[in-house]
């Protein structure tokens, strides 16, 4: 084991997957020489050649089109979206191209082996453009699958596991995260199962659910829940499409209360999927109304970014609302 | 800063450039009349090959003919035609190798013919029938199929012409000798798909094969509404990218310049931009009517330079084509095409497991119980969903 933080966790990642797939290329805008604006890919186009790592001129459609070329011919393809906030040129590619190849052509044609990585979230003083979570856009289309891990252990598991699944991945990396988050991470290879939600900490009271960065906020709420006497059990759903219904109904039939936190807008977000189906999977066991602690229906705000927030203490509150209900 | 692509003499006085300043020749090879002109270097081409495109033309014509019937006798919802157009898409791919990709746009299907699809396939595409390829899930004319290296056609326009940069690039660091080919129209031209797969492919050196087929509209959109330069093959240049402007309605000129084309992109591993001069005889699709939009004087006059009937008189020069042969090739594809027609609309429709099928590779937990609950309610109103209910 080897202390990373997430950015090193994840270039250790596209490492290994580039010296055990000789197929695979890894690209994006200014992910070369370089090594991308925040450095996930330092060093591997002085390791496999600029024929495998390599720059893209400024056009994130034409990267996603490209990418789905590469990986409709079966070549393995990484591609970088600067930021989450510029996936959108790129939607169409995505949306109907990538999500939809295996489908329209009857599995003649397949882009397995295809993810687009890209750094999402605010807490960084980005303003709108460079802070929005966009998740929810993509988990309303079939054939993607989305995920977002919560450290540098869980980026590098889960990198490895979207590199080499069969279909075409949105991983979304919480890049306030990117060199906050230090932990123990082995060197070697390993994965980190897709559409696994996991338990992170056990508790009888209230289930919290969170994924990608607000892992911290909804660990810090519960720690202020604990000294009221609240038990908080805390999951972590790690793939949002598919996501992992069982374990999260499984996790409120025990507690009989759900508070879904994310950092993107409340309406349309994720959150009100999640509390849509776990009402039918659990309505006679709760106890109180599926609480949801997101971001304002605002574009993210520059300087009120701490009030945008769903931060710790709201969360904090919502708990005991809850409890309390 | 470096910026050595455009290091150019330097004027001292204010001198502008125009689209006329680019002196885009076209190629023509066959005169109207079906004899080569004087000076033209003839392709590589032999009786076989020759008889080969002549063959899927007149499939092709057959095919137009008949389908646009089936879909106005609301036997099939949806047709495209490739009317006039066939010299561009025939000539273009008889100077690929078989494993040469084609990322087509729609209205390639002359292509698919020359490939080997068959007319059980094609039908069982339109009739979105058990047996097609697609299982169903796209409209008309949406053909794909690995096995002939034909990607399957995605409605949204331009989409395929960055992807086609990404299938070059894979075939050239996978050390293949093959190359992509992207099929576009001038109206896709102006989607930003275009320019993002025609910087990157020049940029990042990937070998393929543009071939946009410039056929007047963009469904009743006609060129001067679409573009306002020298046509596409001023960018072309514009991308550092080799091109050539061709008479797409010239068998021999369009098969000279892709069998050229081809070369070139395996050789410097590069793209190349081949601009076909067209013109869709038929409307954009069986929900068009073009008499809304141009004249049938302007139809008349293009029926006069018709590709297949300049590429038929070429071969009865060349004592390759006998006018009675060629009556009964028409007559033998008619009969063919009805008769596949009849076999394709009496085959099922997929069954109803296939709906959750190919979304992933494996279906989700959650698509196998929406699965479930569909079937249960099918099996309740079976006189409602009459395609599944009985193979339930």
């Not at chain 1, 202390?3 to 990642?13: D, F, P, V």
């Not at chain 1, 070697?188 to 969170?210: M, Q, S």
């Amino acid at each position: 084991m080897a202390e990373m933080n997430m950015l090193q966790a994840i270039n250790s990642a596209l490492r290994i997957a580039m010296e055990k797939d000789p197929t695979m290329l890894v690209f994006g805008e200014d992910v070369g020489h370089f090594g991308g604006v925040f450095r996930a890919t330092s060093g591997l186009q002085d390791t496999f050649g600029r024929g495998r790592c390599f720059n893209t001129p400024l056009t994130e459609q034409g990267i996603a089109g490209f990418a789905n070329g590469l990986a409709s011919n079966g070549t393995t393809a990484v591609a970088e979206i600067q930021f989450a906030d510029y996936i959108f040129p790129a939607f169409d590619q995505i949306v109907n191209e990538s999500a939809k190849f295996r489908y329209r052509s009857g599995n003649e044609f397949n882009v397995g082996g295809l993810v687009y990585r890209t750094p999402y979230g605010g807490g960084i003083a980005g303003g709108h453009y460079h802070s929005q979570s966009p998740e929810a856009y993509f988990t309303q289309t079939p054939g993607l699958k989305v995920v977002v891990p919560r450290n540098a252990h869980q980026a590098k598991g889960l990198l490895l596991a979207s590199i080499r699944d069969k279909n075409p991945v949105v991983f979304f990396e919480p890049k306030r995260l990117y060199r906050a988050s230090v932990g123990e991470v082995p060197e070697g290879d390993y994965e980190l199962p897709l559409g696994k939600a996991e338990v992170v900490k056990e508790g009888k009271d209230i289930t919290l659910l969170a994924w990608g960065a607000q892992m911290e906020i909804v660990e810090k709420a519960a720690e202020m829940a604990e000294k009221e006497g609240i038990s908080c059990e805390i999951i972590d759903l790690r793939t949002l499409s598919p996501w992992d219904v069982d374990t999260v109904a499984e996790s409120v039939k025990k507690t009989g209360r759900l508070l879904i936190n994310h950092e993107a807008p409340l309406t349309g977000g994720f959150a009100g999927e999640i509390a849509a189906t776990i009402q039918e999977e659990c309505f006679l066991y709760l106890e109180s109304p599926i609480a949801r602690v997101c971001g304002l229906d605002t574009p993210y705000p520059l300087i009120h970014e701490k009030e945008y927030m769903p931060d710790a203490l709201k969360t904090f509150e919502a708990i005991k609302a809850s409890v309390n209900f | 800063m470096s910026n050595a692509s455009t290091n150019q003499e330097t004027v001292h006085k204010v001198s502008f450039l125009d689209r006329e300043s680019l002196h885009i020749p076209i190629l023509k090879i066959l005169q109207a009349d079906g004899t080569p002109y004087e000076q033209a270097v003839l392709p590589q081409i032999d009786e076989a090959l020759a008889q080969r495109i002549y063959d899927a033309c007149v499939f092709t014509r057959v095919l137009d003919e008949r389908m646009l019937g089936a879909q106005r006798q609301g036997r099939i919802s949806f047709y495209m035609t490739c009317t006039g157009e066939e010299a561009a898409i025939l000539g273009s791919v008889a100077a690929l190798d078989e494993k040469d990709v084609i990322l087509a746009q729609y209205r390639e299907h002359a292509a698919l013919r020359y490939r080997g699809f068959t007319t059980e396939q094609f039908m069982n595409q339109m009739f979105s029938n058990e047996k097609d390829l697609g299982k169903g899930r796209q409209m008309p004319i949406h053909y794909g199929t690995a096995a002939l290296h034909y990607q399957t056609i995605s409605s949204p326009l331009g989409t395929q012409i960055p992807q086609a940069t990404g299938v070059g690039y894979s075939l050239k660091m996978k050390g293949e000798r093959n190359v992509a080919i992207c099929y576009f129209g001038e109206g896709a031209a102006s989607e930003g798909d275009f320019h993002a797969g025609m910087n990157m492919a020049a940029v990042l050196k990937s070998p393929v094969i543009f071939f946009c087929r410039n056929n007047g509209y963009a469904i009743s959109t006609p060129t001067e509404e679409q573009f306002a330069g020298n046509g596409i093959a001023s960018r072309g240049v514009g991308y550092g990218m080799h091109t050539i402007r061709v008479d797409g309605n010239d068998m021999l000129a369009v098969l000279a310049a892709t069998q050229q084309a081809r070369a070139y992109a395996l050789e410097h591993n590069a793209p190349v931009l081949i601009e076909a001069m067209t013109y869709r005889l038929g409307a954009h699709s069986t929900s068009d009517d073009p008499s809304g939009y141009r004249s049938k004087e302007e139809e008349a006059k293009w029926r006069e330079h018709d590709p297949v009937k300049r590429f038929k008189l070429w071969m009865i020069n060349k004592g390759w084509l006998a006018e009675a042969n060629d009556e009964a090739l028409y007559e033998r594809y008619r009969e063919e095409v009805l008769a596949a027609v009849k076999v394709a609309e009496k085959i099922p429709a997929p069954r109803i497991d296939e709906i959750i099928e190919d979304v992933y590779d494996e279906p989700t937990p959650l698509l196998k119980k929406q699965l479930e609950s569909l079937k249960a309610h099918v099996k309740k109103y079976p006189q409602a969903y009459p395609k599944t209910a009985g193979r339930l």
